[in-house]
T-cell receptor, first 114, second 111 residues
Framework: ELKVEQNPLFLSMQEGKNYTIYCNYSTTSDRLYWYRQDPGKSLESLFVLLSNGAVKQEGRLMASLDTKARLSTLHITAAVHDLSATYFCAVDPNYGGSQGNLIFGKGTKLSVKP | DVKVTQSSRYLVKRTGEKVFLECVQDMDHENMFWYRQDPGLGLRLIYFSYDVKMKEKGDIPEGYSVSREKKERFSLILESASTNQTSMYLC??????????FGDGTRLSIL
């Protein structure tokens, strides 16, 4: 059974600082997604990582995937208040033949303070 | 833009009632999903469907059923609602292994 663990689950940052959120998963997978959820809102897709060594960047966020270590990271550079949200990683458990279903981590609640 | 529409934002029902949650997507996606989201537990998959009239159990299907009679519509049914089914319910759709697009959610309270 695939398990997805995120850490930390809560993160309080100061504006301008850098930090990394980690997503570990327990079995082989070749497809990982990052989502963002604002309070009271639904989930929004941020990144899709499809291969070992994949790196995607959007603004102050950069995501990477190491399939051998079964680890993805979401790096935040020079945080700003607008990045305050809950971030989820999600892993496709169907290695080699996706059905589209995902296993989600519990989410990391990020709070960026001035 | 993809639109996933859930029929209600807030719903209050009583224990023992049969509850229907409706979800419609407008992008001709093959896959549709129902999750529940609870504090500290993240999103847990209840059921998903990859084609009309097809359904697959997710991680927590007990107490729920689903119906997909048309490609654009995926319904979640609580056969006999119980208080432990009070939760936020999220519907999503996607093309195969593309990112899932989520609806705004239905906050369901069972009294």
């Amino acid at each position: 059974e695939l398990k997805v663990e995120q850490n930390p689950l809560f993160l309080s940052m100061q504006e301008g600082k850098n930090y990394t959120i980690y997503c570990n998963y327990s079995t082989t997978s070749d497809r990982l997604y990052w989502y963002r959820q604002d309070p009271g809102k639904s989930l929004e897709s941020l990144f899709v990582l499809l291969s070992n060594g994949a790196v995607k960047q959007e603004g102050r966020l950069m995501a990477s995937l190491d399939t051998k270590a079964r680890l993805s990271t979401l790096h935040i550079t020079a945080a700003v208040h607008d990045l305050s949200a809950t971030y989820f990683c999600a892993v496709d458990p169907n290695y080699g033949g996706s059905q589209g279903n995902l296993i989600f981590g519990k989410g990391t609640k990020l709070s960026v303070k001035p | 833009d993809v639109k996933v529409t859930q029929s209600s934002r807030y719903l209050v029902k009583r224990t023992g009632e049969k509850v229907f949650l409706e979800c419609v997507q407008d992008m001709d996606h093959e896959n549709m999903f129902w999750y529940r989201q609870d504090p500290g537990l993240g999103l847990r998959l209840i059921y998903f469907s990859y084609d009309v009239k097809m359904k697959e159990k997710g991680d927590i299907p007990e107490g729920y059923s689903v119906s997909r009679e048309k490609k654009e519509r995926f319904s979640l049914i609580l056969e006999s609602a119980s208080t432990n089914q009070t939760s936020m319910y999220l519907c999503a759709s996607s093309f195969w292994n593309q990112p899932q697009h989520f609806g705004d959610g239905t906050r369901l309270s069972i009294l």
